[in-house]
């Protein structure tokens, strides 16, 4: 059974760091497209951010841009988020994802492109 599972969340202060990790079992990241996706109490799943399969691309929500970065790391079959000055309106449950990319370069940023997901990891960040 393919399985991806997140882990680095947590309860932080407002201007914390965060970085989340997904780790991937019984299957092999490398020919993926990725992305972490987050979802708050009462919202929609939102968009965060993706990155392509040979990892020349990458992509954010306006609302974290510069402030999260995705990373992957094929070696370790892992990919990553690092967030960095956080804020509460970052609080949400956060997904990893896979998807089955069309080109190398190719990243997605809708949730319907995504084969499969992890159950999530709790962020929360504190005022």
């Known amino acids: 059974q393919v399985r991806l599972v997140e882990s680095g969340g947590g309860l932080v202060p407002a201007g914390a760091s965060l970085r989340l990790s997904c780790a991937a079992s019984r299957f092999t990241l490398s020919p993926y497209a990725l992305g972490w996706f987050r979802q708050a109490p009462g919202k929609d799943r939102e968009f965060v951010a993706a990155?392509?399969?040979?990892?020349?691309?990458?992509r954010y929500t306006d609302s974290v841009q510069g402030r999260f970065a995705i990373s992957r790391d094929n070696t370790r079959n892992t990919v990553s988020l690092l967030m960095n000055s956080l804020k509460p309106e970052d609080t949400a449950v956060y997904y990893c994802?896979?998807?089955?990319?069309?080109?190398?370069?190719?990243?997605?940023?809708?949730?319907?492109?995504?084969?499969?997901w992890g159950q999530g990891t709790q962020v929360t960040v504190s005022s």
């Open positions: 994802a896979a998807a089955q990319p069309y080109l190398p370069y190719s990243y997605y940023t809708s949730a319907n492109e995504y084969d499969y």
């Open positions: 990155i392509s399969r040979d990892s020349v691309n990458t």
